[in-house]
């Protein structure tokens, strides 16, 4: 299976991906998973050296979204080095662009992933700010930077949204995120 949730910032993308994976290790205790979170492969990314590095470093300072060629060349490397084709796949704040989403797409169509669900946690702009601020991470610290990154939610995510709920490669599920940690799992 490939499942691939998608919502704002700070909608609870992480948590309920751990919770999924636990699940499915309990479900099918013979069939890994294979896990990629883009936000945590772009925080560990600009910590490198060089001109790219440099440039993604310039984009985060601003509070802007990282160009589609990175975000795809992060989640393809993933799947071209460790999938084996015996795993379900967990993607995490993937894709972020019509354009995204249709390189992903391909890709899911080259490795035969025939089950795709995209599970959007759907948060308010207010309860995601909300939440943002509240955990405490270097990357919420800034206001400014948290509006950006839900403007761009809105115009570039929303889009990607709306691609996959008319693609029929796609089952789409719209859960609310805005309840407790356990009921959303459910």
Not at 7 to 15: H, I, L, M, Q, T
């Amino acid at each position: 299976q490939t499942v691939i949730f998608i919502g704002r910032s700070g909608a609870g993308k992480g948590v309920q991906s751990a919770h999924l994976q636990e699940y499915m290790k309990e479900k099918y205790p013979d069939t890994p998973t294979l896990y990629i979170e883009t936000g945590a492969y772009f925080r560990n990314f600009v910590k490198g050296d060089g001109f790219t590095w440099e440039r993604a470093r310039e984009v985060n300072k601003v509070g802007g979204r990282q160009p589609d060629f990175l975000a795809c060349a992060m989640w393809t490397e993933v799947l071209i080095a460790q999938l084996t084709g015996k795993e379900h796949v967990v993607l995490d704040g993937t894709p972020r662009s019509i354009l995204e989403a249709e390189v992903l797409t391909t890709a899911l169509d080259f490795y035969g992933f025939e089950k795709r669900i995209i599970i959007h946690l759907d948060v308010s702009r207010a309860w995601s700010e909300e939440r943002l601020r509240s955990r405490g991470r270097a990357d919420d610290s800034n206001m400014e930077k948290i509006s950006k990154r839900l403007d761009w939610f809105d115009a570039d995510v929303v889009p990607a949204l709306e691609f996959f709920e008319k693609s029929p490669k796609f089952d789409l599920v719209s859960v609310s995120g805005e309840h407790p940690i356990e009921e959303v799992h459910s």
